[in-house]
């Protein structure tokens, strides 16, 4: 069988130790963002005093990035050495996905009056405008990455292909010291240069998939305990001594970390090299792990969702209890998205790309067609 014909088999059969790599890395995330987002008082949770629950915070919540950064990996996997047409449909797809989702928590927060804006008709005016640019303006950085990292693939499977391997690994070495060394020194705000961030995750990914059983797939088990152990150790010694550190240390696991990329890498090929046999239910889970993030993670909700609706701030100041809260809270929020992004999916995405529009067609099929043709494939 020729590799097209087996890659092809492989889109249309979803690889369920892959499609269980995306619904762990959205739990990762999910548990980050509960514990990094959580406010006690003014202060992050992060930044509190030393204490048990502080511990379990770390220990769940450190590896949010990682998740990311498996996404990323995940995406470039599947991407890298694709010849079929670019699929502008597939964009087409996200972008409306995340619009549904924004006017979604758009509402949900305004009904449950914890909109940062307020309700005037002037803020909810402008929180419509957020909700209709939110795939392109930063709003979900991953998402912004994404769509701009799709756009370019063809480009860079085209210049991957060029490149020789000792050039090849220059750049790599080049990207690992400045982009997570960028990354470290700016302000973590900026939205700039997150298309970098996805960029790298691809260019890296093409490297190590032109060198099967290299060190991190060999080591892997090893590498992600060390790197993860490592992690929490430095995280915790930074709060200790946080007067000399200031609140930098999240940074630690930041989109770009060192530590961040090691474990996301070390993490991919354990999953990639997992044997289990296609499961439905892990493949059906899988497809609203996007959903958890959009749901999570909106701007409407602001620090509410953790503060507000789940009282997480009260059970990690006073009780013994906070472990359980935090894994039970985290396990919802991943329930009830994956519910809705089902129904969506099927009662509104389906339906909708069913219906046959010539014209619309065509304009896709020609767009597809010039992409392809700039990278010069057959």
């Not at 996905?97 to 928590?105: A, D, E, G």
């Not at 939205?191 to 998939?209: E, H, N, R």
Request: proline share 3%.
């Amino acid at each position: 069988m020729t590799d097209n014909k087996q890659q092809t088999l492989r889109s249309k059969t979803r690889q369920s130790n892959f499609e269980l790599l995306r619904i762990v890395s959205m739990l990762m995330i999910v548990f980050y963002h509960s514990f990094y987002h959580l406010k006690i008082g003014k202060v992050s949770a992060s930044q509190t005093p030393f204490s048990m629950n502080l511990v379990i915070g770390y220990l769940l919540g450190s590896w949010g990035l990682v998740g990311v950064g498996c996404f990323f990996l995940l995406s470039a996997h599947f991407l890298i050495g694709r010849s079929k047409n670019f699929g502008i449909k597939k964009i087409l797809r996200l972008i409306l996905q995340v619009i549904f989702w924004s006017f979604i928590m758009l509402a949900i927060s305004i009904e449950l009056d914890v909109y940062p804006g307020g309700l005037g008709t002037f803020a909810i005016l402008k929180g419509i405008i957020k909700a209709v640019v939110s795939p392109f303006s930063g709003t979900y950085w991953f998402i912004t990455a994404y769509i701009f990292m799709y756009i370019l693939y063809p480009f860079m499977n085209y210049i991957i292909d060029k490149l020789s391997d000792t050039f090849y690994r220059k750049l790599i070495i080049i990207l690992t010291i400045i982009v997570p060394l960028y990354t470290f020194c700016r302000n973590q705000n900026l939205t700039s240069c997150d298309l970098g961030i996805a960029v790298y995750y691809y260019l890296l990914c093409g490297y190590l998939k032109r060198n099967p059983n290299n060190f991190f797939e060999r080591h892997a088990n090893s590498i992600f305990w060390v790197s993860s152990l490592l992690t929490v150790l430095l995280e915790i010694m930074c709060n200790l001594i946080k007067p000399l550190t200031g609140p930098g240390m999240g940074r630690l696991q930041g989109r770009n970390s060192v530590f961040a990329i090691i474990t996301a890498i070390s993490l991919f090929y354990i999953f990639k090299n997992l044997k289990i046999k296609p499961s439905t239910l892990i493949n059906v889970v899988a497809k609203g792990a996007l959903g958890v993030y959009l749901f999570h993670e909106s701007a409407f909700w602001n620090e509410s969702l953790w503060n507000k609706l789940l009282n997480l701030d009260a059970y990690f100041k006073n009780s013994a209890n906070y472990i359980l809260v935090y894994i039970c809270s985290v396990l919802l929020i991943y329930f009830v998205a994956t519910v809705i992004d089902l129904i969506r999916l099927n009662l509104l995405e389906k339906p909708l790309f069913s219906i046959k529009l010539p014209l619309l067609e065509r304009l896709f099929n020609k767009f597809d067609s010039y992409i392809k043709s700039t990278r010069g494939a057959s």
